[in-house]
């Protein structure tokens, strides 16, 4: 199990959405958390960086990044699609 590291912008943007919206955004982190490495999430590394992820939930974005030495996962940035590229 991966611990989860939230960006401070990144909280504050779960306390601005809709709970609907919000349940699916924890339900699939909390699915990240226990096997990052899984496929049935809809991730995809980002071309120009390191170890940065992009997981895609409906129309929202999550750009995180997986330390699999310290078996943590930092979210950086929550947003609409529009908002996050």
Known sequence: ???????????????????????KIIS???RLA???????????????TQNCYRLRVGNIRVIYELDNARKTIYIHDIDFR???Y
């Open 1 to 23: 199990m991966y611990q989860l590291l939230y960006h401070p912008r990144t909280e504050k943007f779960l306390h601005k959405i809709p709970k609907n919206n919000l349940t």
């Open 28 to 30: 699939s982190l909390e």
């Open 34 to 48: 226990q096997n990052p490495n899984t496929g049935n999430l809809n991730t995809k590394k980002l071309l120009t």
């Open 82 to 84: 529009g908002n996050i």
